[in-house]
């Protein structure tokens, strides 16, 4: 362990190195006891700090591990960034990658899925369902039943909507309907008051006593006025 120690440091040295990948540092519990091996990963952890060397490296999981316990090194309680790749076995193998910490920074705390395609690597959005993340075939499975709704449900909107429109034009016809009866209906109401009012005042003149004189008057004009003489 301590005979690849330096032969790192001299790497770095020699390529004046800023960024030290190691995949995978759990091979180096395979130099030298476990004891041993933990004190010199310790080091190089602090000697890279000290150096402002970015270290990037992967770890296997230690035999019968479950959850996140780190590794058989122990190097997880001095990274400052710890990224968990996990497996997801639903008749089909999909990959997990979550943050389980990251020092002084903010991070997600989701379940992505990690894509391996002809195209490189990608990290799907997180997707959920019923409180479990869902990958793969499932997830595919669950987004195609859920456009299928939306679809179903855009064709009820629609149907809805067509058939509010088509009751909407059908109260408009009857509501004008109504106001043309409306309109008529005043015209009558109004002519029978017309009507009425020219029946009254017959009325009145029939009932009138000086009707009869003031007819007189009015037919035989002078004649019929009583003549006023001198004296007489």
Not at 97 to 106: A, D, P, Y
Not at 161 to 184: C, F, K, N, P, V
Request: charged share 25%; hydrophobic share 35%.
């Amino acid at each position: 362990m301590e005979e690849h120690f330096q032969n790192i440091r001299s790497l770095v040295h020699s390529q004046r190195a800023t960024c030290l990948v190691i995949d995978p540092f759990t091979a180096f519990s395979n130099a030298g006891s476990l004891k041993g091996t933990q004190a010199v990963a310790a080091r190089l952890v602090r000697w890279v700090k000290s150096e402002g060397i970015t270290l990037v490296c992967t770890s296997l999981p230690v035999q019968g591990e479950s959850g996140f316990s780190g590794t058989n090194l122990k190097i997880t309680t001095v990274a400052d960034t710890w990224i968990y790749l996990s497996f997801s076995d639903g008749g089909e193998r999909n990959r997990g990658l979550t943050i389980i910490k990251s020092r002084g920074t903010n991070h997600s705390n989701q379940v992505r899925e990690l894509i391996l395609a002809s195209s490189g690597l990608s990290l799907a959005p997180p997707y959920t369902a019923d409180g479990n993340v869902l990958m793969g075939t499932m997830r595919w499975q669950k987004e195609r039943a859920e456009g299928e709704e939306r679809a179903r449900l855009n064709v009820e909107f629609e149907r809805q909507h067509a058939a509010i429109d088509g009751e909407l034009a059908e109260l408009g016809a009857r509501l004008q309907t109504l106001q043309r009866d409306i309109a008529t209906r005043r015209l009558a109401q109004s002519s029978m008051a017309g009507t009425e009012q020219l029946r009254h005042r017959e009325e009145e003149r029939r009932h009138d006593p000086v009707a009869p004189i003031r007819r007189a008057w009015v037919c035989g004009g002078d004649a019929a006025r009583p003549h006023q003489g001198n004296g007489s």
